[in-house]
């Protein structure tokens, strides 16, 4: 059957769908590049820790999984509502890395911002270095893949800039002063 024996409405249907494929094949390359760039944004999960001058000691995901996780539920000045984050004490990562003995820690974000955390402040208030917010792994855009976080709502004296300082997102190194 060629197009000049069809009715009318099936030939302007042809021929409109057919000027629709240049558009649908773009959509499909826009899908295609959305969905690159979110992968991009799920960076593999890691995190170093330098002991001393020499002593580099790298958590990835899975021996991050192998430590006992915690929840802190809380608010924080940088999210909307009460969030629920999953991750590791931070105490129970140095245990783990066999650091007993330190003054502080400097904590260092992907954007070369970084905090100076005392040792006082992570054995009495145990923050948790998450990896997951309201159950989902953190992106670079939700300030993960690494966060630290405090019980915020636990510990009023927390809620304030000197501590939100301290909260480094995006976080891949801690060198650890002895």
Not at 33 to 39: E, F, G, L, M
Not at 87 to 97: C, F, R, Y
Not at 104 to 117: F, I, S, V
Request: overall charge neutral; charged content about 20%.
């Amino acid at each position: 059957m060629n197009m000049q024996s069809c009715p009318a409405y099936i030939t302007v249907f042809c021929a409109s769908t057919r000027a629709l494929i240049p558009y649908l094949v773009a959509l499909f390359v826009c899908v295609l590049a959305v969905d690159r760039a979110q992968a991009s944004l799920r960076l593999p999960l890691s995190l170093t820790l330098t002991v001393g001058d020499a002593e580099r000691i790298t958590f990835d995901r899975q021996q991050l999984d192998k430590l006992p996780h915690t929840d802190i539920r809380t608010h924080t000045p940088f999210t909307a509502g009460l969030q629920t984050f999953r991750g590791v004490k931070l105490s129970t990562v140095l245990e783990a890395a066999n650091v007993s003995h330190y003054q502080a820690l400097t904590l260092h974000a992907m954007n070369h911002y970084q905090a100076r955390l005392p040792r006082d402040v992570v054995t009495r208030y145990q923050p948790i270095i998450a990896f997951e917010r309201n159950g989902k792994p953190m992106t670079i855009r939700t300030l993960g893949p690494l966060w630290l976080i405090y019980p915020l709502d636990d510990y009023p004296q927390l809620q304030s800039d000197r501590f939100y300082e301290t909260m480094v997102w995006q976080l891949t190194d801690i060198e650890v002063e002895p």
